[in-house]
């Protein structure tokens, strides 16, 4: 069975530092993977998309991922994160031909200003 | 603005006593899901509907049933609700299997 793994629970930092939220998976084959935000208050929301070509990908407001398929990792970075960012971070994978989508457990964000 | 709706936002019911929780979406998407969501955990996908045809997580307990009388709603059933199922239902859809899914605001369940 597919699963998720988001080591970093808690992240905190100060605005304008750098941010890398760390994205495993354990399916062997092909698959699609996402990054989803949910702001305070908010719902689930789309970031970013990986399934096919160029494996880094640019999502909203500045975040981009990388999928390294050796590494059974799609992490996310932004260069310079701002008070606005201040979220949880859900990374998300499904296999082509299924409309299953697994979630990791998420990395809460709490940007400093 | 095209959209899944989700009502109500938050629910009371009593140990044992049925609940339903409601899903529409005006995003004409072929695909629906529950999630349930319990503080700190990942999304937890219950079952999932592409059109009418069902598939039940195979660890989604026999205590919860779905429907989906029509393209755009979609029903969440708890029939004898336990403490243990208080978490945040969140119901989603999806359009193709690379889109990634649109999900509504939840609806909080609370069991006394």
């Known amino acids: 069975a597919q699963s998720v793994s988001q080591h970093n629970h808690h992240v905190i930092l100060s605005e304008a530092a750098s941010l890398e939220l760390g994205c495993n998976y354990s399916?062997?084959?092909?698959?699609?993977l996402f990054w989803y935000v949910q702001y305070p208050g908010q719902h689930l929301q789309l970031l970013l998309k990986?399934?096919?070509?160029?494996?880094l990908v640019k999502g909203i407001k500045g975040f981009e991922a990388e999928f390294i398929k050796s590494k059974f990792s799609f992490n996310l970075r932004k260069p310079s994160v701002q008070w606005s960012d201040t979220a949880e971070y859900f990374c998300?994978?499904?296999?082509?031909?299924?409309?299953?989508?697994?979630f990791g457990t998420g990395t809460r964000l709490k940007v400093l200003a | 603005d095209a959209m899944v709706i989700q009502n109500p936002r938050y629910q009371v019911t009593q140990f044992g006593k049925p609940v339903t929780l409601s899903c529409s979406q005006t995003l004409n998407h072929n695909v629906m899901y529950w999630y349930q969501q319990k503080s700190s955990q990942a999304p937890k996908l219950l079952f999932h509907y592409y059109d009418k045809d069902f598939n039940n997580e195979a660890d989604t307990p026999d205590n919860f049933q779905s429907r989906r009388p029509n393209t755009s709603f979609c029903f969440l059933d708890i029939r004898s609700p336990g403490l243990g199922d208080a978490a945040m239902y969140l119901c989603?859809?999806?359009?193709?299997?690379?889109?990634?899914?649109?999900f509504g605001p939840g609806t909080r369940l609370t069991v006394t």
């Open positions: 998300a994978v499904n296999s082509p031909g299924t409309y299953k989508y697994i």
């Open positions: 989603a859809t999806s359009r193709a299997e690379t889109s990634g899914i649109y």
């Open positions: 990986y399934f096919s070509g160029d494996p």
């Open positions: 399916y062997g084959g092909t698959v699609n």
